[in-house]
Every structure is written in structure tokens, then in C-alpha cells.
């Protein structure tokens, strides 16, 4: 499990080891995990020459001490001061001692830059000074912490920042590494004290120790029975990838009802389908919404799902039917997620999302008392109970239909057992490794932007969690 920290909880874990230590003692110690992430970047190091970009305070310092531990080992080792009255005196000193030179920009030659420009306090983009120093530089960035000009907890870039290939931190992963493009990430144990994180990240070994098998005394029914209500006559191919999702995530039955029952028959014929919810039978889970339309048969659909005690995922034309009757929604007992977009947001909650993506998504949780899965590259999965991080790293889901297939996969699990706020942050982990996986492996018959391409590799993509972790 990834854990996230704020850059408050690291402050407070690094308190008492700062008053128990001697001075300097704990910068050194992450400087020196920092030079030696450095020093397998670079490969041979004696002759290889890095520069530092250094701000003030303590980023500035943990950059300069790891230059200076580079300079030890024959690197030649620069530093750009960006205040340099308010360069930590320590660490500036040492790095003259073992012949560090100072300079105005980073030099042509360089191999490798240190960017130690602002640390987790930063706020805002780069200052046109430090922006200036990054702008004609072409060789690869390690970041201290943080790229410098990200916001730490929102991942927000909205001005001039720092690109790097790789970002190193300290004691604790902090929220931005998994929301904002930070290279590949590279965690220094500093002996820190931590205590609950504020965020979770499924790896995946955690989505494989938690999905649903089947046990020798299972049947369909104890296996989980997921209901669909999803797409039309017209528009039958939601109702197709939602059922077939359902199935491909080892549901123990499907049912769907609606007016695509021939279609969802002929694609699947292992789906138990109806075209009247009258007759659908007993489910476990509805998933409700994709391609349902928003007329009157859709709105009593929508209500038939949230006035049961069953678990509901909420997709698509519901969250368009919610945002004008949220009290639907509110408070339910039985649990409830909602998958909107940008756009589906903005309905629902008569607001953007604006820049803090998990700030939104908690609010909106907060008020409907349900679990909300804000789509996107990084998918933010928030409830009352927690909240989970979810970096695709690419955006081959971005297609469409592709969201009808994460609703199937989100009821499957709700129909399982899984609690909602799990059941959402295992699909979007899932549903990212088909759409990586359908890239990867297209097919004769499949282009790997189609959801068609992610359907047919969600099966892999499961049997995989458990084969590859």
C-alpha cells in the first residue's frame, strides 16, 4: 500500500529527531540518500559534472550537501545561488571545502541538474529568476522533494516549473508524487516517525489480496449478483460493456434489464437479461446509469436502484438525473458511488473542480455522504472512510466508453462484498492495467484507444495482479 503524507505530518515527524540530534545531522542523512540516487543516474561518476540550483532554506541545503558528497567522489560539482544571503551557511561551506564551484547558470556541459530550489513549503510557480536558470538547461533534473514550482498537495502546475526525470523525498511519500508528473519517484528512508497517513494508493498486490475468489463452497449467487440497468434499444452499446465488465470481473451472475436486452444476449450470452425491471430477479449491486438516457423511464430506473438497500455505482446519465435530485443520494444507508468527470462534477456539485482535485472530491463526498471517484489521469477515490490515489501513468482510458467498463468492474466488486470506497479504488486500478495492457497488445481487431481494446484485456489484467504484483 503507497501511503501519503502532508507536508504538516512530515514537519511534525521530523521534529523530535531535529531536537534529539545534533545539528545537521538529519539533512546530511537525506543528502546522502539524495547523492546516491544521483550517482546510479549518472552511472560512472569520476568526471561527470552536476549542478545544483539552490534556494534558500533547507531544500537549498540538502542540494548542496549532496553536490558536496558528489565532489568527494570526483564529480564536478557547480551551484547556481538563487538568494544567496539565504543560502544555508553549512552546507554552502562544505561545498566550497571540497572545491564546488559557484556560478551564475547552469553551465553547457553539465550532465545532471539538482533542482533545490523550493522544498513541500513552496507555494505558487518558480520566480522569473529561478525560471530563467531552467529555461535554457537540456540535461536531466533531479528534484529535491518536490519539482520545484508544484504544489505539494494539490499537484497543481498552473506556472513555471521544474520538469524532472527524477524526484527524490524523504520519510514519507507526500500527495503530489502520485498527483503531478514527478519523473520516477525514488523514497530515502530518514528514520521518521509516521503515523496514519492522510491518503492510500492500492500497489498491486493489494488489489490481488483483496479480489474476490471463488472457494470450494461458492456458488453463483454467493459469488456476487450484479444488476444493470444501462443503455437502450438505440444505444445499446453502454448496456454491452457494462454487463460484459461485470462478467469479466468474475461476477457470479449478471442480470441486466432495459430495453438492450437483445443486444447484451447476442454479445453475452451468459447474462440473465430482461427487458422490464419488474422481471429482473434478485441482484446484489446495481450498477445504473451508462447510456441510460434522461427521461422518465431513466429517472424511475435511477430511483428503483437508490431506493433499495442494495450498493449502487452511479454513472453517466444518473449523475446527470442527481444533479437535479441530489436528495436521491444523501445519506443513503446502503453504500453509494458516484464516478463522475470534470463536467459531471461541475453539475453535481455547482462548482469546478478547480486545482485541488482530492479537496473537491472530499467536499462533494462529504455532502452526498457517498463514495466519489473524480475521473481523470490521477483517479481521486473519496469518502467519509478515506481517500485513495490512483496514477493511470498513461491516458490510454481517456476513450469512450471506456467509463461504462469501470462501472461494470466497480459493481462487480459491490456485488462481491467489497466496501465501496475499496470496490472504486481497485476498479481504477484494474481499469488502468487493461487500458495499459490493450495498448500494449491491440489485437488484430482492436484498437488500443477503444474501450473494445480495455474489455477484452480485463481479464488479463486481473489474472495478472496476482502472476506479475
Known sequence: MRHYYTADAIRAAEAPLLAAQP???LMRRAAYGLATVIAGELGTVTGRRVCAVVGSGDNGGDALWAATFLRRRGVHATAVLLAPERTHPAALAAFGKAGGRLVQNIPAATDLVIDGVVGISGRGGLRPDAAAVFEANAAPVVAVDVP?????????????HVRAAVTVTFGGLKP??????????????IGLDLGAPDLLGFEAADVAARWPVPGPRDDKYTQGVTGVLAGSATYPGAAILSTG????????????AGSAAHDVVNHWPEV???????????VQAWVVGPGLGTDESAAAALRLALSSDLPVIADADALTLLAAAPDLVVNRSAP????????????????????????AARTLADTLGATVLLKGNVTVIASRGGIYLNPAGQSWAATAGSGDILSGVIGALLAAGIPATEAAAMAAFVHARAAALAAAHPGPNAAPTSAGGILAHLRAAIASLREKG
Open 176 to 189: 503530489v508524487h502520485a498527483l503531478a508528473d514527478c519523473g520516477r519517484v525514488e523514497l530515502i528512508d
Open 272 to 282: 440473465v437479461a430482461t427487458a422490464d425491471t419488474e422481471s429482473v430477479g434478485r
Open 245 to 256: 465488465a461485470a462478467v469479466a470481473a468474475t461476477s457470479g451472475m449478471v442480470r441486466y
Open 148 to 160: 520545484s514550482g508544484i504544489d505539494v498537495h494539490t499537484g497543481a502546475d498552473n506556472g513555471p
Open 23 to 25: 545539528e545537521g545531522t
Open 336 to 359: 453509494t458511488v458516484l464516478t463522475p468527470h470534470a463536467g459531471e462534477y461541475q453539475r453535481l456539485a455547482g462548482a469546478d473542480v478547480g486545482s485541488d482535485r482530492v479537496g
